[in-house]
């Protein structure tokens, strides 16, 4: 290479480096941090508190830039970026029925503290319950529980609409109806759904479709997004997929795209869901909400 392109592309990527926001003082952004509390008392085993760490800092993988640290949090003073407590709580609620099958209760979650309009009505804290339902779960795989913890871990970063009315999809006017049925308006989380139906060979694909919620608004659909974490019924083999990291980019999140997983062809056409199955409680709102 010639010292004329060397000194070329010095000047270049100084003057890339010149771009920097000012002031920021770093060229790296400051990752997102996720901090845990309660997990020591958690009537768990060691694999499922291991499963709990590792949902967390995938999600600090999936989400590559921190916000501005929250000062003066309750209990913690000082807060980078967020903080999920969690809770146990014995009493299991009823099984429910789906068709004829059976439906444990694993978990439920909310977000509890937001952090106001500058990047998106995102909350800074949140609240995770699990249930006896999920510790004591018959055949759930270590990353089976990791998953559910990922689930729930999305609802308290803001894939909810719960608590009202600062739940992240009513607060950023993220849902409409179409034809009777509540749809997220997130163009990425919709742009990432059309291209997964369409590599899948579906022929339905319109351009302006939009990513179907389940009948509580918390959720993905659950039979036309089974294959993903965020539909309410969790089945064996469901990813986190780019339409559920994009809907957190839709948030107001960096996120890192390349993360996602694609859906395994034969779970998206799989009629009957197999496996065990949870219902992650979106519904779970008895937690006061201070903005
Ligand atoms: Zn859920």
């Known amino acids: 290479m010639s010292k004329f392109i060397l000194t070329a592309l010095f000047v270049a990527f100084a003057i890339m480096g010149c771009n920097k926001p000012m002031g920021s003082g770093e060229v790296e952004p400051e990752p997102f941090n996720i901090t845990l509390m309660g997990v020591e008392a958690l009537p768990i085993q060691g694999w499922q508190r291991l499963a709990i760490e590792q949902a967390a800092r995938r999600w600090e993988q999936v989400i590559v830039e921190g916000f501005p640290d929250s000062r003066d949090v309750p209990d913690v003073g000082d807060l980078d970026d967020f903080l999920i407590e969690f809770e146990y709580n014995p009493r299991q609620p009823a099984d429910r029925k789906m068709g004829n099958q059976e439906i444990t209760v694993f978990a439920g979650s909310t977000p509890t503290r937001y952090r106001g309009q500058d990047r998106g009505v995102v909350p800074f804290r949140g609240k995770i319950v699990i249930y006896p339902g999920f510790v004591?779960?018959?055949?759930?795989?270590?990353?089976?529980?990791?998953?559910?913890?990922?689930?729930?871990?999305?609802?308290?970063?803001?894939?909810?609409?719960?608590?009202?009315?600062?739940?992240?999809?009513?607060?950023?006017?993220?849902?409409?109806?179409?034809?009777?049925?509540?749809?997220?308006?997130?163009?990425?989380?919709?742009?990432?759904?059309?291209?997964?139906?369409?590599?899948?060979?579906?022929?339905?694909?319109?351009?302006?479709?939009?990513?179907?919620?389940?009948?509580?608004?918390?959720?993905?659909?659950?039979?036309?997004?089974?294959?993903?974490?965020?539909?309410?019924?969790?089945?064996?083999?469901?990813?986190?997929?780019?339409?559920?990291?994009?809907?957190?980019?839709?948030?107001?999140?960096?996120?890192?795209?390349?993360?996602?997983?694609?859906?395994?062809?034969?779970?998206?056409?799989?009629?009957?869901?197999?496996?065990?199955?949870?219902?992650?409680?979106?519904?779970?709102?008895?937690?006061?909400?201070?903005?």
């Open 136 to 291: 004591d779960a018959p055949s759930l795989t270590n990353t089976e529980w990791q998953s559910v913890i990922m689930h729930e871990i999305a609802h308290v970063l803001g894939f909810t609409n719960n608590p009202d009315p600062l739940g992240a999809f009513k607060g950023l006017s993220m849902m409409t109806r179409i034809d009777g049925k509540m749809h997220f308006t997130g163009p990425l989380a919709a742009e990432a759904y059309r291209d997964i139906l369409f590599r899948q060979g579906s022929k339905n694909v319109s351009p302006d479709m939009l990513v179907p919620l389940d009948s509580d608004h918390n959720h993905w659909d659950r039979e036309a997004l089974k294959w993903d974490i965020m539909s309410p019924i969790h089945v064996r083999g469901a990813v986190l997929t780019a339409v559920t990291i994009q809907a957190m980019a839709d948030m107001g999140y960096t996120v890192d795209v390349t993360q996602a997983k694609n859906p395994s062809l034969l779970l998206m056409l799989a009629k009957p869901a197999v496996g065990p199955r949870f219902i992650c409680d979106g519904q779970y709102i008895s937690i006061a909400v201070q903005p």
